[in-house]
């Protein structure tokens, strides 16, 4: 069974009409799965600057950070793929850039409206949307 480990960062990227940004991705351990941007930190980066890179490289958009919605343990195991992850979700707004999903690792990028997110959702993203619901946080 492989294992995946780390610190990583995620992103709700709000638009108009209550709507959010979610990816499919192509790969493991999210494969299939619809998720909030982001990914891992490469060494000697923030949290902060890992989700920046990870919304351009994945979207192709260019963004600030609104503010922070909170840290999160994600563990288990999900299609054959041990995980343990420790994200930190963030609001981020759009200031630049054209939505482009990047080639090979997203399969497809879409707005979801908050009362109608698809299934499945990956990992703990859905607490995630839940807390940014919860918290009123807006652009």
Same mark, same amino acid.
């Given at each position: ?27 493991? #351990? ?7 941007? $982001? =990914?891992?930190?490469?060494?000697? +980066?923030?949290?902060? /600057?890992? %989700? ?34 420790? #994200? ?7 200031? $630049? =850039?054209?939505?482009?999903?990047? +080639?090979?690792?997203? /399969?497809? %990028? ?30």
């Amino acid at each position: 069974m492989k294992k995946y480990t780390g610190k990583t960062s995620t992103a709700i990227i709000p638009f108009p009409d209550n709507k959010i940004l979610l990816i499919k991705r192509n790969t493991i #351990p999210f494969k299939g799965y619809w998720a909030l941007p $982001g =990914g891992r930190m490469d060494p000697g +980066e923030t949290v902060e /600057q890992t %989700i920046v890179r990870e919304v351009k490289e994945e979207t192709g958009l260019d963004v600030t950070i609104a503010s922070k919605v909170g840290e999160y343990v994600e563990k288990g195991v999900k299609d054959d793929v041990e995980y343990e992850y420790y #994200p930190t979700c963030f609001v981020v707004k759009p200031v $630049g =850039g054209e939505t482009k999903k990047q +080639e090979g690792e997203i /399969q497809e %990028i879409k707005l979801f409206s908050l009362n109608e997110l698809p299934k499945p959702l990956a990992f703990e993203h859905e607490e995630m949307i839940k807390d940014y619901v919860k918290s009123g946080l807006r652009l």
